[in-house]
């Protein structure tokens, strides 16, 4: 069965200041790996994907097969990254493919 | 394109009583999946449809059920309501393989 884990359900930074945000998952497999976001009042949405190994909105995220760890980063936090952050695992289960949700953690970021 | 769709927005129900949510896929979509969001948490996976047939279900007892038509459109349907089942309902869509679009959300709620 696969399962992601995220720790931390609020996290809570300075503007400026760096933000990471943590994601554990288990699988047997080669899982893909995603940070989706939602803004408040605003419908969830993929922030970004492991395979893409872009950067979004100054975010970046390494998958860590050793560590089974996908945390996102950021250096700087601004204020409209507020949000809820959620680390999702899209694995084989059965013969398809299906996805996983953490619990999800709130970011903060105080002025 | 206005992407995914959901219908209604929220729902007022009492236990024991049915309920059917529907979800219009992004356009060129052809997998709907479905989600429930209880408050605090992170979406828990329902099931998902793909060429008008379940492939893929979570831990949800019968009570959930679905139907996906030739246009690719979903229904979820509940039966015999609970209060536990009072949570948001996510529609989301995508190709095989490629990362899911979310709808808003039906938010339902059981009296």
């Known amino acids: 069965a696969q399962r992601v884990t995220q720790p931390e359900k609020l996290l809570s930074v300075f503007k400026g200041a760096p933000v990471e945000l943590k994601c554990n998952y288990s699988y047997s497999g080669s899982p893909e790996l995603f940070w989706y976001v939602q803004y408040s009042r605003q419908r969830l949405q993929l922030l970004l994907r492991?395979?893409s190994r872009e950067s979004i909105k100054g975010f970046t995220a390494d998958l860590n097969k050793g560590e089974t760890s996908f945390h996102l980063k950021k250096p700087f936090a601004q204020e409209e990254d507020s949000a809820m952050y959620y680390c999702?695992?899209?694995?084989?289960?059965?013969?398809?493919?299906?996805?996983?949700f953490g619990t999800g953690t709130k970011l903060q970021v105080i002025p | 394109d206005a992407g995914v769709t959901q219908s209604p927005t929220h729902l007022i129900k009492t236990r024991g009583q049915q309920v059917t949510l529907r979800c219009s896929p992004k356009s060129g979509h052809d997998t709907v999946s479905w989600y429930q969001q209880a408050l605090g948490q992170g979406p828990q996976f329902i099931f998902q449809?793909?060429?008008?047939?379940?492939?893929q279900r979570g831990n949800f007892p019968d009570r959930f059920s679905g139907h996906q038509f030739p246009n690719y459109s979903s229904e979820l349907n509940v039966n015999a309501l609970l209060l536990g089942d009072s949570a948001l309902y996510l529609c989301?869509?995508?190709?095989?393989?490629?990362?899911?679009?979310f709808g808003d959300g039906t938010r339902l709620s059981i009296l």
């Open positions: 492991h395979i």
């Open positions: 989301a869509s995508s190709l095989v393989g490629q990362p899911q679009h």
């Open positions: 449809y793909y060429e008008e047939e379940e492939r």
């Open positions: 999702a695992l899209s694995g084989v289960e059965g013969g398809y493919q299906k996805v996983t």
